[in-house]
């Protein structure tokens, strides 16, 4: 059973930035995609970026292209989203999800792809 533990959120003024982390275990599989979801109230969960285990790719969602990278950290099995100038509009929760396969078996962003999800870490950005 794959458990996710994501921290790292917080309060932070537009402008600033956060590192998320999520911490993996539990992995039956040897590739994965591991993505970032966040949802904001009354909204839709949303795909924010992803990262394929198995050779590295990574996808960010084109609205936040520039500001949000996704990264990994293999021998630390820790997944993690780095924000930079953050916007009122980001504030949500943010989710860590896992999808065992192969590259090409889902498309990153649809949050119901996923079988594994964290408990979510709030991120609170005010103007």
């Known amino acids: 059973q794959v458990q996710l533990v994501e921290s790292g959120g917080g309060s932070v003024q537009a402008g600033g930035s956060l590192r998320l982390s999520c911490a993996a275990s539990?992995?039956?599989?040897?590739?994965?995609?591991m993505g970032w979801f966040r949802q904001a109230p009354g909204k839709e969960r949303e795909g924010v970026a992803a990262?394929?285990?198995?050779?590295?790719?990574?996808y960010v969602a084109d609205s936040e292209k520039g500001r949000f990278t996704i990264s990994q950290d293999n021998a630390k099995n820790t997944l993690y989203l780095q924000m930079n100038s953050l916007k009122p509009e980001d504030t949500a929760m943010y989710y860590c999800?896992?999808?065992?396969?192969?590259?090409?078996?889902?498309?990153?962003?649809?949050?119901?792809?996923?079988?594994?999800w964290g408990q979510g870490t709030q991120v609170t950005v005010s103007s």
């Open positions: 999800a896992a999808r065992p396969g192969t590259k090409y078996d889902i498309i990153w962003y649809r949050w119901i792809e996923y079988n594994y």
């Open positions: 539990g992995y039956t599989s040897s590739s994965y995609f």
């Open positions: 990262i394929y285990t198995g050779d590295g790719t990574t």
